[in-house]
């Protein structure tokens, strides 16, 4: 699965006359030398892996610095009541991306997708779409594949880490794929998926990494969500017919040079950003002297 634009999946498709999941599936198999269905299997593996993190969510935990956990629970409870701005439908995707981000700071098992910081975002689309539209486990692992493939797509042209290219590399990264997935699900064209990827990518960039203390709880917990919402937001205005003014494999480019132009302080080092804020660096103090 090494795509290194969007046009190279798309021609894949076309030549082989298949849709863009499947040229991403078959390009997996390909390249790892296993059989299809192997590849399909890994991917069922995953898309489980994901749905048994959302379940295994437990809102008693409190990670290492007692910063987050809880949050993943709070959402939940609250969107109980039927009152949120949201609504219940994206009141779920708010509260399960919580609860994932919780789970990644208090070490339970997660899905990196594409990153463990970055791990609410897919999940929490995915899981509330399966619950709550009928999508079935074979459309949410076909749109897995698309996903991936543009996920592929990003790594190879841009950067998927925050210590490379800031949070826009991540959770940026993660509702790109999230809005692929999201059009993918709806059977959309691998057009819209690039417009959808576009979008959310560019309404995320310049998003700088900048965790508390060097822990990957804050902010990151709570960007899951906006990842998220991004990701909604923008798959729908692909499927709407609105177009990215800027082609996706150029909006990945200029991910990838605001990245390589972002100062050192601003990727993933703590010294920039929100975690030189006073009430950062106070907690920072006490992080480091054992008293948190
Ligand atoms: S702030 Fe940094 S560590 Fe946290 S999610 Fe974003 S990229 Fe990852």
């Known amino acids: 699965m090494s795509f290194q634009s969007t046009g190279e999946m798309k021609q894949l498709a076309l030549e082989r006359g298949i849709p863009l999941w499947q040229a991403v599936m078959e390009a997996d198999a390909e390249e790892q030398d296993i059989t299809p269905e192997a590849s399909m299997e890994k991917m069922r593996f995953i898309w489980e892996a994901m749905k048994d993190a959302i379940r295994g969510y437990d809102p008693n935990m409190l990670s290492r610095s007692g910063l987050v956990g809880a949050e993943g629970g709070k959402m939940e409870q609250y969107a109980a009541l039927g009152d949120t701005f949201c609504g219940p439908f994206v009141s779920k995707i708010v509260a399960r991306a919580l609860m994932m981000g919780c789970s990644n700071a208090c070490m339970r098992r997660i899905v990196a997708a594409p990153t463990a910081g970055a791990c609410g975002v897919l999940p929490a689309l995915l899981y509330t779409c399966w619950e709550e539209r ?159």
């Open 134 to 292: 009928d999508c079935s486990d074979e459309e949410i692992v076909h749109a897995l594949y698309a996903c991936a493939g543009f996920g592929q797509v990003i790594a190879n042209r841009a950067s998927i880490s925050g210590a490379q290219g800031g949070c826009q590399a991540e959770i940026g990264s993660a509702a790109a794929m999230g809005a692929v997935a999201l059009v993918a699900l709806k059977n959309g064209t691998p057009e819209q998926m690039e417009d959808a990827c576009a979008m959310a990518l560019k309404n995320l960039m310049g998003l700088v990494c900048d965790p508390v203390a060097g822990l990957v709880e804050v902010p990151c917990v709570k960007r899951n969500v906006i990842g998220a919402m991004d990701a909604l937001s923008a798959g729908d205005m692909a499927l709407a017919g609105i177009h990215s003014t800027i082609p996706a494999d150029e909006v990945i480019d200029t991910m990838g040079r605001v990245g390589n132009a972002m100062s050192p302080r601003l990727k993933e080092t703590a010294k920039g950003g929100l975690a030189i804020s006073p009430t950062a660096k106070a907690f920072t103090a006490r992080w480091k002297a054992g008293e948190e």
